[in-house]
């Protein structure tokens, strides 16, 4: 028996270092164009504190993932990012864990990757988007393909993943498998694969775009699909593709509702914590942060919202999940609701997951937890 919410569930560490050279137009991460010269510095000391003051929330557990993200962590010195993971070299789950840190382009020297993986990082996400110029442009990006290939090839013999964006104006379905054929032919051994979304509160939202229409989009997913398959490369989430044995495991555990200590400027968390299940987020402003790490929007999930959580995550998972490998015994109310989606022939009947009808049409089996 697992009981509802103990403690003993897995517990990954986010780090959210905001710092960003420039504000891209279709961003709403919470980021910072502020200098880094010496920030980086102060901000690692607030998050090592913040950690030190979330012993309650970590209880015994010990973090089996690590990820920094951002904004663009690669623009925060090494030294910055050794005094956060020397601090917390006894909190580890093992010396083998996934420690992943995200570069942007022009940031990727030998020099810095090799600091990096001295100080303890063992896998790069690179935020490349585009290789062709047009599109990087498109994006409003700082780089441009020259810098693009040249980070990818520096990282070449590195455990690396990287972050393409479909959908961008005036993209085709063939320029995007230009951008999948460089990647297939680099060593690269995990691809996240984000289709262009136009968020609130971003220059994008507030102008007229040419994007390329729904029949477009459905012929570059077709393309993708059949390429990355095609080149040893399996589809494990909804974004996400992987050579054999190189899954995510940062990731798998998001989906998988495990719990997250998010820290760093406008970070989330989610604990699994006594008799219930928190969420909240650290405050955005880099100095309000610095100053003071408090919590903000606290929030015990239950009830539908726990139903839907579960749901947007767990039916993330392409293959699904065995009922062993939860965390937690899933609530009377969303197996009433996943009943619903057998019947309707969206949800598997031996393991926690959608069909391959349910995969295809994912928001709508969503909506039956909701
Ligand atoms: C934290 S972000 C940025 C990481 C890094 N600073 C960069 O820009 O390369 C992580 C990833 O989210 C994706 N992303 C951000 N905004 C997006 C949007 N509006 N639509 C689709 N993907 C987005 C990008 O692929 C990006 O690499
Ligand atoms: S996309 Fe990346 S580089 Fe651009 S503003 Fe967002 S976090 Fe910064």
């Known amino acids: 028996m697992?009981?509802?919410?103990?403690?003993?569930?897995p517990l990954s560490l986010y780090v959210h270092l905001p710092w960003c050279e420039t504000q891209c137009?279709?961003?709403?991460f919470s980021i910072t164009t502020d200098p880094v010269d010496g920030n980086?510095?102060?901000l690692a000391d607030a998050i090592i504190k913040d950690i030190k003051h979330s012993s309650d929330l970590i209880a015994d557990r010990k973090f089996k993932s690590i990820y920094f993200g951002g904004g663009t962590p690669s623009l925060a010195s090494t030294q910055s990012i050794k005094q956060?993971?020397?601090?917390?070299?006894?909190?580890?789950?093992?010396?083998e864990i996934e420690i992943t840190l995200e570069m942007n382009p022009n940031d990727v020297s030998e020099k810095k990757v090799e600091e990096l993986l001295g100080a303890g990082i063992n896998r790069v996400s690179l935020g490349i988007q585009s290789y062709i110029?047009?599109?990087?442009?498109?994006?409003?990006?700082?780089?441009?393909?020259?810098?693009?290939i040249q980070a990818t090839k520096i990282l070449e013999d590195v455990n690396s993943t990287i972050d393409l964006i479909y959908g961008i104006e005036k993209q085709t379905p063939e320029s995007l498998a230009e951008n999948l054929e460089?990647?297939?032919?680099?060593?690269?051994?995990?691809?996240s694969l984000y289709q262009l979304t136009i968020e609130p509160?971003?220059?994008?939202?507030?102008?007229?775009?040419l994007l390329p229409d729904e029949g477009a989009i459905e012929k570059m997913e077709v393309i993708a699909k059949d390429l990355l398959e095609k080149n040893g490369f399996e589809q494990y989430e909804v974004s996400s593709w992987s050579k054999s044995g190189y899954k995510s495991q940062h990731n798998l555990n998001y989906w998988q509702f495990g719990d997250f200590l998010g820290v760093g400027p406008g970070s989330h968390s989610k604990i699994s914590n006594k008799q219930e299940i928190i969420r909240y987020r650290k405050i955005k402003p880099l100095e309000g942060y610095i100053q003071n790490q408090k919590s903000a929007d606290l929030k015990t999930i239950v009830d539908d919202e726990l139903d839907m959580d579960l749901a947007m995550n767990l039916l993330r998972i392409k293959d699904g999940l065995q009922h062993q490998d939860l965390p937690i015994d899933l609530p009377a109310s969303f197996l009433k609701k996943y009943q619903k989606g057998i019947d309707e022939g969206l949800l598997l009947k031996d393991k926690i997951g959608a069909t391959q009808k349910g995969y295809q049409f994912l928001n709508e089996t969503i909506q039956l937890f909701f």
């Open 2 to 9: 697992k009981g509802l919410f103990l403690n003993n569930t």
């Open 25 to 28: 137009p279709y961003c709403d």
């Open 40 to 42: 980086d510095v102060r």
């Open 84 to 95: 956060i993971l020397n601090s917390i070299r006894d909190r580890l789950a093992s010396s």
């Open 133 to 148: 110029n047009k599109e990087l442009q498109a994006l409003g990006r700082n780089h441009d393909r020259k810098s693009a």
């Open 182 to 191: 460089i990647i297939i032919a680099s060593n690269v051994n995990h691809l």
């Open 201 to 209: 509160n971003t220059i994008f939202y507030k102008k007229e775009l």
